[in-house]
């Protein structure tokens, strides 16, 4: 039996206004290299400065990692050569902010707590284009840009795991305001580092790049595990190596072999002195810290009775949790609202290309309609349609009823002469129904329905079809 085993290394773009040791501002598409100065591009006598904010938010983020913070933290240097590094080298942390911690995941056995080796602070290299012509450009705007990296233990075992956790901590960055953690904008950058043996120790490891999904992330695992064991199967090793997803090919392509750690030359960075933390400036960070998405998972699924699936919804956006919290707060019940707005609003958004922060209806609206169906006014399909409806719009429920003329009809009399009439205008199938047939109840059903154009309580329907149908 083959044992994979996976860790991996997150990039995750700082919320700040501001470049990690210079005033250039931090803008997503700003025009190419418009946001620069001296420092981040390292011009002979530059000083770096500390971005005071960068430090608060990544402190944030261990304390909601459970990581243990260093007090003292060094940055370094670590050199290499590449046109989109201007000074020659980066400036990251050689002892980090923080070590430790963990993320706690749900797998099919339960929960697991995939530890973190370390959270540091460092600064983002430039972007390099290629165009087809064969030019390249280069945009240092993202220079100096400040990042976290987060580094995991190689506890994962697949690549389902590898997702759970990444999204788990996309979320944490998230809920804390510690980054926008964006795939697409490059904010959070997974780096996997897999390997699979068939002993206990640890296999060689090839380290996947170019990763802008979790969907890709996931699917890069999958490719990586089976093509290490195929190499091994048929006699071969595995090369140490970094390899780029090709998104396209669904294939992972070795991009080059992996530098030693001795190849960059770390050294202390020697414009800067240690950064000194205070118990004062970890405890105003400790109050920033909200509910964190598991304890919300948990809190969800006994206080309200919803399903796991749900819940992972909800917590996946704190928006559409409060939303859902409202809602029940307003009257709605669980059940009802969860439905609503998981498969319907969340479908019609979908649908439309929207966000969730375009919608007009609001959670007293679904307390509304929950209401008139307990009031028999409306029944559920009515429901879904002013849902469905009101949406965008956020019109009044009773109003929308009212000026539609939706509220449900439970006078028996207009059901049973509707009834009566489906009953002779479809003669055959009445007599399939009577030899047995039982399906044909459903269109019966669908049939009336239609007469009373939809507005008929189906609970009445059910009963008098019955009723008459068995009397014949
Ligand atoms: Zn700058």
């Given at each position: 039996m083959y044992k994979a085993t996976i860790g991996i290394e997150v990039h995750a773009q700082i919320k700040?206004?501001?470049k990690m040791f210079c005033g250039c501002k931090v803008e997503f598409l700003g025009k190419p290299n418009m946001n620069i100065c001296p420092v981040c591009m390292g011009e002979p006598g530059i000083l770096p400065r500390i971005n005071g904010r960068a430090v608060k938010l990544a402190v944030r983020t261990a304390l909601a990692l459970h990581a243990k913070i260093n007090m003292r933290s060094i940055f370094a240097r670590k050199n290499y050569f590449y046109p989109d590094l201007p000074k020659g080298y980066q400036i990251t942390q050689s002892i980090p902010l923080a070590e430790g911690g963990y993320v706690e995941i749900y797998t099919e056995n339960g929960k697991k707590k995939i530890a973190i080796t370390r959270l540091h602070i460092e600064e983002d290299a430039g972007k390099l284009f290629h165009t087809a012509e064969g030019h390249s450009f280069v945009d240092f705007n993202r220079s100096g840009v400040p990042l976290m990296e987060i580094v995991s233990e190689p506890v994962i075992e697949n690549e389902k795991e590898a997702v759970a956790y990444l999204r788990r901590l996309r979320q944490i960055l998230r809920y804390v305001e510690s980054s926008d953690a964006d795939m697409e904008k490059g904010q959070f950058r997974c780096e996997p580092n897999i390997s699979v043996s068939k002993e206990e120790k640890r296999g060689i490891k090839t380290e996947v790049k170019n990763l802008n999904s979790l969907k890709a992330v996931e699917r890069a695992i999958k490719y990586e595990i089976s093509r290490q064991k195929e190499v091994i199967e048929d006699g071969g090793t595995v090369i140490q190596q970094t390899m780029l997803w090709d998104e396209k090919k669904q294939m992972a392509i070795p991009m080059r072999e992996k530098e030693g750690?001795?190849?960059?030359?770390?050294?202390?960075?020697?414009d800067l002195i240690p950064l000194f933390l205070h118990d004062e400036d970890i405890d105003e960070q400790r109050?920033?810290?909200?509910?964190l998405p598991n304890e919300k998972f948990d809190r969800l699924i006994v206080q309200y009775g919803i399903k796991k699936e749900e819940a992972e919804i909800l917590v996946d956006s704190p928006d559409i949790a409060s939303y859902f919290e409202k809602s029940v707060g307003s009257g709605c019940s669980p059940k009802y609202a969860i439905g609503w707005i998981t498969t319907d609003i969340l479908g019609e958004l979908n649908k439309a290309g929207k966000k969730f922060s375009h919608i007009k209806i609001k959670p007293s609206h679904l307390a509304d309609l929950n209401k008139l169906i307990d009031n028999k006014t409306i029944n559920m399909n009515i429901a879904k349609k002013i849902l469905h409806s009101i949406?965008?719009?956020?019109?009044s429920v009773i109003d929308y009823v009212k000026v539609n003329n939706l509220a449900q009809v439970t006078d028996e009399n207009a059901i049973e002469n509707a009834v009566k009439e489906v009953i002779e205008e479809n003669v055959k199938e009445v007599e399939r129904y009577m030899n047995g047939?039982?399906?044909l109840f459903g269109f019966f059903v669908g049939q009336v329905m239609k007469k009373m154009k939809g507005k008929a309580n189906p609970g009445v329907v059910n009963k008098m079809l019955k009723d008459i149908l068995n009397r014949r």
């Open positions: 700040t206004k501001t750690v001795a190849e960059y030359r770390y050294f202390k960075e020697p109050k920033y810290i909200p509910e949406i965008f719009t956020g019109e047939e039982e399906k």
